[in-house]
């Protein structure tokens, strides 16, 4: 299954860090996606664009995992090169991962 | 006024934002504080440079437009207008209001113009050889290229203007959440050092403070969250009582929606450690928050907390940094992946040969890995849109950047259209923690006579 079916996601920028949001639609979900959802899969899903580590915060109150995302932004979004220099769109990208 | 209960609203979420929505909740919100948050990080610094060409400017250039839109409405009702719209030239946006509010027929409004967050010059002067945030590197490493220094002032630096009688206030750098935290600080008596009740004001800030984002908007995905009337999305107030418990809603009948997953998502953004969000007037603990229905369109948010406040402020920096060059062109039907990679790599080598190979750049096809650089095309899409861009230490070199691109038309591989190049002057931001005091907020209030 997709994560999609499963959570949304929201990205925000600080500096060169970007933050990703990852919220269980269903609160019964969230274990699975607490489980699956390791910093270490995160940093590995976004190879290539991350250069630093991923750290991951539990919010389980709220059915939420939020994790940061160190070198994501190629400098920042006042100085990146990138078309979407905010990393605004990285968050939708995630949803494609496979939970089971 | 109602004291155990005031209406806070958002008009305004970043600088370009829309202004029907902030209307629309400044006539039906029946609000105490409408709040205009309008200041990015490098958006100091350009305004700072339009200061130096243009004395008179240097804030915000909505700032007319939206006070024509608001001012009759809130002076009406009783709302008073806070907003960071000053930018590198406070005391010149108060004089505009003023001008405006002459314009408007409205004779007595006040402005309170909040100044003291440019520490520029006490950086230059002692502050030098501090580190760069995220960065080996001292802030003298950018002295030839600095541009503005201001620091992220708190909601103390508003409270005198809270406790004037004016109706708007106007301010430059001030962290986003401390224009929401200081009414609430006004209104309800709280104590610079109850840091339990600041984190729930910082809650009540960061959830508004980028307005429609809380209310549907950077949310809607077709099939999985859908929003209601998006064309129309409405601007969210909070309702926030003496305990700092608030609700947020919106206007009855307006688009978008507020939801427990909108809030979620608007509380956890940009947000590092949630334990500890850090702030001039606390450091605000958001790890226990809870978001629960209260109706339609209505979320209560409860639950956090704050520890005591940092000893230093955050300083953001704008410097000088290059240029960049980019040019786009686009190619279509069978083939369009093959042929703009070749066009890709005519431009890589063009450039190299002109001795512009050593330059951080990025040679990309939109529609297939401009967004996530190792992506490969799945299926052939039926357009691409090649882009490169390359960072350049002079403009003449950003430019022959942005021309190779042109140039593909009659120098490329066959059927490229749509050209499109552009040079940036680079203004980048880094930061420095500074000793708060290095900061000395001041506050004016300005009537009539001093209109501009």
């Known amino acids: 299954m997709k994560l999609r079916e499963l959570a949304h996601t929201r990205t925000g920028d600080k500096g060169n860090r970007s933050t990703l949001s990852v919220i269980a639609y269903d609160a019964r979900d969230f274990a699975r996606l607490e489980a699956q959802l390791t910093a270490e899969r995160v940093k590995a899903h976004y190879s290539g664009t991350v250069q630093g580590h991923v750290d991951r915060y539990t919010l389980p109150q709220l059915g939420a995992l939020q994790f940061v995302l160190h070198g994501a932004l190629a400098g920042g979004v006042t100085r990146s090169l990138a078309l979407d220099a905010h990393g605004k769109t990285l968050s939708s990208h995630l949803l494609n991962i496979d939970i089971d | 006024m109602n004291k155990n209960s005031i209406r806070i609203g958002a008009g305004a979420g970043y600088a370009g934002d829309r202004i029907p929505p902030a209307v629309e909740l400044a006539q039906h919100g029946q609000l105490d504080y409408l709040v205009f948050e309008c200041l990015a990080e490098r958006t100091i610094a350009l305004a700072q440079l339009e200061r130096k060409q243009h004395p008179e400017k240097g804030f915000d250039p909505l700032l007319a437009e939206r ?65 760069l945030l995220d960065s080996d590197a001292p802030l003298a490493s950018l002295q030839d290229r600095l541009i503005s220094a201001n620091a992220y002032l708190g909601a103390d630096a508003l409270l005198p203007a809270l406790e004037s009688d004016a109706q708007v206030i106007v301010c430059g750098r001030v962290a986003d959440p401390a224009m929401f935290l200081a009414p609430l600080m006004h209104h309800f008596a709280w104590a610079a050092n109850d840091w339990a009740k600041l984190g729930q004001g910082i809650l009540v800030g960061h959830l508004l403070e980028c307005a429609g984002q809380i209310t549907g908007g950077y949310f809607a995905d077709p099939g999985f969250k859908d929003v209601p009337n998006p064309a129309r999305l409405g601007f969210p107030l909070a309702e926030v009582r003496s305990d700092g418990s608030a609700v947020i809603t919106k206007v009855n009948g307006s688009g978008g929606c507020v939801n427990v997953a909108t809030c979620t998502e608007q509380l956890l953004y940009e947000i590092e450690n949630p334990a500890r969000y850090l702030q001039p007037d606390v450091v605000a603990d958001f790890s226990q928050v809870l978001l629960t229905p209260d109706g339609p369109d209505r979320v209560r948010a409860t639950g956090a907390s704050g520890q005591p406040r940092p000893d230093t402020l955050k300083v953001t920096v704008g410097y000088h940094d290059g240029f960049i060059g980019e040019g786009q062109m686009s190619y279509g039907g069978p083939g369009c992946v093959a042929r703009g990679q070749l066009a890709l790599e005519l431009v890589r080598q063009r450039l190299q040969d002109a001795g512009l190979g050593g330059y951080e750049a990025r040679y990309e096809l ?3 890995n401009s967004l996530i650089p190792q992506a490969q095309a799945i299926a052939e899409p039926d357009e691409v849109r090649l882009r490169v861009a390359v960072r350049t230490p002079t403009r003449r070199e950003a430019l022959l950047v942005a021309n190779e691109v042109e140039a593909l038309y009659t120098n490329g591989p066959a059927a490229g259209g749509g050209a499109s190049k552009s040079v940036r002057e680079v203004v980048a931001a880094a930061a420095v923690l500074v000793p708060r005091e290095w900061a000395q907020p001041t506050v004016t209030v300005l009537d009539q006579g001093a209109a501009a």
């Open chain 2, 366 to 368: 939109i529609g297939v």
């Open chain 2, 67 to 131: 006070m024509r839109a608001v001012l009759p409405i809130c002076l009406k009702q009783g709302t008073r207008i806070i907003t960071n719209m000053g930018a590198a030239n406070p005391s010149q946006a108060g004089r505009e209001v003023l001008r405006v509010a002459r314009e408007l027929g409205l004779p007595d409004v006040k402005v309170a113009v909040v100044q003291g967050d440019d520490v520029l010059p006490r950086l230059l002067q002692d502050g030098l050889q501090l580190p």
